[in-house]
């Protein structure tokens, strides 16, 4: 064992992060202030909690930063506490109890491969955001999907996936995992057993200068560095996630801090709808209509390259048969995408609203055709507030992609001016959610035209202005000193 203790002062942020028991835990914050150190000590804590020794993996987008980067940071931080073998690949923490860890950078296929082996109690990923954006830097969300998958597989601990990262920018995965609600998914542990179970997912932020042990000469040096960046400087300096400016937003009357929750709404019994928008990237939005007449959207679902039947089969039933809607929901408004009304040309009897309306046992309306109806429809729904000052439409957490597609991602193009160019937004991953809002605000919500005053003839409107003009100038009389007697 090493000769000296040792000991950790963490901060309120870190002492969270490293003590927080859900399954996803992400620690964000700027250059400088303690992510790794805190990461290291979560290790040990998590060992502790579990009452054994436990085997961690530790990921990279390459081995080479493993090695020049975190590895130093950790026998800086560990000293004698930790050991490292086969050429940095692995390393021990001597505590008690003890955690292994496997060292992977993506960079390495055949290492990485052995992420599919090995029982984990815990997998960290380190920075899988790039700070600038090469075709290979940073780590893939597939790389996150896949340590989900396997975090949980040591017997007798329980699952955790950690990063630690410097903010990045609003379009990269570990941005959406910011937005995404605590109650990450919820599953049945295997079909018609009953037994549903919770991934919990928790976002912590440092904030800058938390770090009390930070030379601060490199705290300035980092606002040198990034002072003619302002994307670098939000995500290194002020540890925030750097907008990305793509376009003219869709939805400018959407704010946040208005109509979108930071927590889960549960439904309520009756008043649901969907919204859809179909082809190679189906959509489904689940909303309803609160009693006070509030439009709740709690689900967006969505996937690339599949057809409404997978999505249906695969994401829109599997959720209705979760606890959070099972026996609320008494019937269904259907609106959407009025292409999905036409048949399709190597079959009259394939029509995909008919597949939705088969699957749910309601009436399919098609949404308008033309663009401009909707996209009048839309502003004016945020700016709608019912009585007691709650707004119209509210987003709750579950709904990610909607949410990030009103506040920005779904954008008109727009050229050197910032003058738009074409009249429909990018087709993009957000255009999706977007447009099947559009549909279902458009038929609840219809844009109100004001009717055209025709002009009067013009000699009624010469002999109007005539007429005023004499009224105008006609003198008051005076008498006896009043204005305005006679």
């Known amino acids: 064992m090493p000769k000296e203790d040792l000991t950790y002062e963490l901060s309120p942020t870190?002492?969270?992060?490293?003590?927080?028991?859900?399954?996803?835990?992400?620690?964000?914050?700027?250059?400088?202030?303690?992510?790794?150190?805190?990461?290291?000590?979560a290790?040990?804590?998590?060992?502790?909690?579990?009452?054994?020794?436990?085997?961690?993996?530790?990921?990279?987008?390459?081995?080479?930063?493993?090695?020049?980067?975190?590895?130093?940071?950790?026998?800086?931080?560990?000293?004698?506490?930790?050991?490292?073998?086969?050429?940095?690949?692995?390393g021990i923490i001597l505590s008690s109890p003890r955690v292994e860890i496997d060292l992977f950078g993506i960079d390495d296929a055949a290492?990485?491969?052995?992420?599919?082996?090995?029982?984990?109690?815990?997998?960290?990923?380190?920075?899988?955001?790039?700070?600038?954006?090469r075709a290979n830097a940073g780590l893939p969300?597939?790389?996150?999907?896949?340590?989900?998958?396997?975090?949980?597989?040591?017997?007798?601990?329980?699952?955790?996936?950690?990063?630690?990262?410097?903010?990045a920018d609003e379009e990269h995965w570990t941005a959406e995992l910011v937005d995404a609600p605590e109650e990450y998914m919820t599953a049945e542990t295997y079909p018609g057993s009953g037994e549903w179970l919770t991934i919990t997912k928790k976002t912590f932020r440092i904030r800058r200068g938390e770090n009390k042990f930070l030379n601060p000469l490199a705290r300035v040096a980092?606002?040198?560095?990034?002072?003619?960046?302002?994307?670098?400087?939000?995500?290194?300096?002020?540890?925030?996630?750097?907008?990305?400016?793509?376009?003219?937003?869709?939805?400018?009357?959407?704010?946040?801090s208005i109509h979108y929750c930071k927590k889960v709404i549960p439904p309520l019994r009756g008043g649901f709808m969907q919204f859809w928008d179909s082809y190679q990237n189906p959509t489904c939005i689940i909303?309803?209509?609160?009693?006070?007449?509030?439009?709740v959207i709690h689900d967006v679902l969505y996937d690339?390259?599949?057809?409404?039947v997978e999505l249906i089969e695969e994401q829109v039933k599997p959720l209705l048969r979760t606890p959070k809607y099972a026996g609320k929901v008494q019937g269904w408004r259907l609106i959407g995408d009025p292409s999905m009304q036409t048949p399709d040309q190597s079959s009259v009897n394939s029509v995909t609203s008919?597949?939705?309306?088969?699957?749910?046992?309601?009436?399919?309306?098609?949404?308008?055709?033309?663009?401009?109806p909707r996209r009048e429809a839309l502003n004016p729904v945020f700016k709608r507030l019912l009585n007691g000052g709650k707004p119209l439409v509210y987003l709750s957490a579950s709904a990610t992609k909607l949410h990030r597609a009103l506040k920005g991602g779904w954008v008109y193009k727009v050229d050197n001016s910032n003058r738009v160019i074409g009249d429909l937004p990018v087709k993009n991953h957000h255009d999706h959610p977007g447009m099947a809002f559009a549909y279902g605000i458009a038929v609840l919500f219809p844009h109100e035209k004001r009717p055209i005053i025709k002009a009067k003839p013009r000699a009624e409107a010469l002999k109007r202005a005539r007429s005023y003009r004499t009224d105008t100038y006609k003198q008051p009389s005076f008498t006896g000193g009043v204005y305005g007697q006679v």
């Open 354 to 372: 008919r597949i939705v309306e088969e699957a749910f046992n309601a009436r399919f309306e098609g949404g308008p055709v033309r663009w401009p």
């Open 141 to 167: 969300k597939g790389v996150f999907d896949m340590a989900i998958a396997r975090a949980a597989r040591q017997t007798g601990t329980q699952m955790r996936v950690q990063i630690t990262q410097n903010p």
């Open 304 to 308: 690339e390259g599949i057809g409404v």
């Open 222 to 256: 980092n606002m040198a560095a990034f002072q003619d960046d302002p994307g670098k400087w939000a995500r290194y300096v002020l540890g925030e996630e750097a907008e990305v400016v793509q376009g003219k937003k869709v939805t400018p009357g959407y704010n946040a």
């Open 111 to 133: 290492s990485i491969s052995k992420l599919q082996g090995p029982e984990y109690a815990c997998i960290w990923l380190e920075e899988p955001a790039p700070i600038y954006e």
């Open 14 to 41: 870190q002492w969270e992060f490293v003590t927080s028991d859900s399954h996803i835990c992400q620690l964000i914050g700027p250059m400088g202030e303690g992510k790794t150190h805190a990461g290291s000590s």
């Open 287 to 295: 909303a309803q209509i609160m009693p006070w007449g509030q439009l």
């Open 43 to 90: 290790l040990m804590a998590h060992a502790q909690r579990s009452g054994r020794d436990i085997r961690c993996a530790l990921i990279r987008d390459t081995f080479e930063n493993i090695k020049t980067s975190t590895a130093q940071s950790l026998k800086e931080i560990l000293k004698d506490w930790i050991i490292f073998r086969d050429g940095m690949h692995k």
